[in-house]
């Protein structure tokens, strides 16, 4: 028997719609609501060949397991999107685009940091397997849909992992407030690999030894730090903004 998930909420719902429906075992909705987005998601979801049942709203928190769902619950097959680093990157087509992980574990920091690498158009999100956020329904919700579509893979070894990564001629730029450098002053046109660190703590020690350049994002308010989040998001555009250019 396929392996299953549980999705919570309109946005990772749907993503899974668009992507691949014939995954989609059933999808429970509170029997009561019958707003205009609910009867909207409903047809489309009935269009699709999908199971819709309507349910009680203490089915749909059982459901949820506490995530926030909107009304909306899915049973879906697990979907392999990649297994293996070389795999990702040999399918690569052009300069690699990656994010590093070091350490994020609250999983609404790490949906929102797979929402903007998915909309940024990284290659693949790299986690160590001991330090971080695995991808819970919270963290589903939080991606809307970026978690089904953005390979997120867990390493044994992070420094190990990194070091297969410059093998393969990927830059590692680690994000420090104490760097000389800020990030406009980087070359991200070649393959790039940006590290963060972790909330609060930033990157372990060996992780920021590893790295071949460190920068800063300035910072010209009162605040002396951006939310993990919000800094992968600067960070990842900042290497939009140079290869779009």
Same mark, same amino acid.
């Not at 998601?41 to 928190?61: K, M, S, W």
């Not at 590893?210 to 951006?226: A, K, N, Q, R, Y």
């Not at 993990?228 to 290869?243: D, G």
């Given at each position: 028997?396929?392996?299953?998930?549980? *999705?919570?909420?309109?946005?990772?719902?749907?993503?899974?719609?668009?992507?691949?429906?014939?995954?989609?075992?059933?999808?429970?909705?509170?029997?009561?609501?019958?707003?205009?987005?609910?009867?909207?998601?409903?047809?489309?979801?009935?269009?699709?060949?999908?199971?819709?049942?309507?349910?009680?709203?203490?089915?749909?928190?059982?459901?949820?397991?506490?995530?926030?769902?909107?009304?909306?619950?899915?049973?879906?097959?697990?979907? #392999? @999107?990649?297994?293996?680093?070389?795999?990702? =990157?040999?399918?690569?087509?052009?300069?690699?685009? @990656?994010?590093?992980?070091?350490?994020?574990?609250? %999983?609404?920091?790490?949906?929102?940091? @797979?929402?903007?690498?998915?909309?940024?158009?990284?290659?693949?999100?790299?986690? %160590?397997?001991?330090?971080?956020?695995?991808?819970?329904?919270?963290?589903?919700? +939080?991606?809307?849909?970026?978690?089904?579509?953005?390979?997120?893979?867990?390493?044994?070894? =992070?420094?190990?992992?990194?070091?297969?990564?410059?093998e393969r001629d990927i830059w590692l730029i680690g994000t420090d407030?104490?760097?000389?450098?800020?990030?406009?002053?980087?070359?991200?046109?070649?393959?790039?690999?940006? +590290?963060?660190?972790?909330?609060?703590?930033?990157?372990?020690? =060996?992780?920021?030894?590893?790295?071949?350049?460190?920068?800063?994002?300035?910072? *010209?308010?009162?605040?002396?730090? @951006?939310?993990?989040?919000?800094?992968?998001?600067?960070?990842?555009?900042?290497?939009?903004?140079? #290869?779009?250019?």
């Amino acid at each position: 028997m396929a392996a299953t998930q549980t *999705l919570a909420g309109f946005h990772s719902v749907i993503a899974r719609l668009r992507q691949a429906p014939g995954s989609i075992k059933d999808i429970y909705v509170e029997a009561q609501r019958r707003d205009k987005r609910m009867v909207s998601f409903i047809e489309q979801a009935t269009e699709a060949g999908c199971n819709v049942h309507p349910v009680g709203a203490d089915r749909l928190e059982g459901l949820a397991g506490g995530a926030r769902h909107q009304g909306v619950v899915a049973i879906v097959e697990a979907r #392999r @999107l990649a297994d293996d680093l070389d795999e990702v =990157l040999d399918g690569i087509d052009g300069p690699a685009l @990656l994010l590093v992980l070091d350490g994020v574990t609250d %999983p609404h920091n790490l949906g929102a940091c @797979l929402r903007t690498a998915d909309a940024a158009g990284v290659h693949a999100v790299i986690a %160590p397997r001991d330090r971080s956020a695995g991808l819970s329904t919270t963290v589903r919700r +939080v991606a809307c849909g970026a978690a089904e579509s953005i390979p997120y893979l867990m390493v044994t070894n =992070l420094a190990r992992t990194m070091r297969e990564l410059k093998e393969r001629d990927i830059w590692l730029i680690g994000t420090d407030d104490q760097a000389k450098e800020s990030i406009h002053q980087t070359d991200t046109l070649r393959s790039t690999a940006w +590290v963060m660190g972790a909330e609060g703590e930033g990157m372990r020690r =060996l992780t920021r030894e590893t790295c071949d350049e460190l920068v800063h994002i300035p910072m *010209l308010g009162s605040v002396e730090s @951006l939310n993990v989040s919000v800094a992968t998001a600067v960070c990842l555009y900042e290497t939009v903004r140079q #290869r779009q250019g």
